[in-house]
């Protein structure tokens, strides 16, 4: 079983940058080596939707809106996510989520976790 706790989320006022963590652990080593990792966000009304994501070999992907301001990154070596947010807008209010999906014989399997609020002031 894989856990995945979120840290980091706050209040801060527009452009005050902040830097969320996601930290792994389970029953292997380097978890984030056989899987992509993953930051949502939803907020109060609307869907959940991804915000970035970096694959076990580096790649990254972001929503459009977002790779101007966000930037994801890894550190192998203490199982760690980080999200970082730069220039934050009161509209990037939301719970912000860890995903870890990891590909196995079957079809993928996906591990969330609790979420961090993020609240931006203007």
């Known amino acids: 079983q894989v856990q995945l706790v979120e840290s980091g989320g706050g209040l801060v006022q527009a452009g005050q940058s902040l830097r969320l963590s996601c930290v792994a652990s389970?029953?292997?080593?380097?978890?984030?080596?056989?899987?992509?990792v993953g930051w949502f966000r939803q907020a109060p009304e609307k869907q959940r939707e991804l915000v970035a994501s970096?694959?076990?070999?580096?790649?990254?992907n972001y929503a459009d809106s977002l790779r101007a301001r966000f930037t994801i990154s890894r550190e192998n070596a203490k199982n760690t996510v980080y999200l970082q947010m730069n220039s934050p807008k009161p509209e990037d209010t939301a719970v912000y989520y860890c995903?870890?999906?990891?590909?196995?014989?079957?079809?993928?399997?996906?591990?969330w976790g609790q979420g961090t609020q993020v609240t931006v002031s203007s």
């Open positions: 995903n870890l999906r990891i590909n196995r014989p079957g079809g993928p399997s996906d591990f």
């Open positions: 389970g029953n292997r080593r380097n978890l984030f080596n056989i899987g992509t």
């Open positions: 970096i694959r076990s070999d580096g790649a990254t």
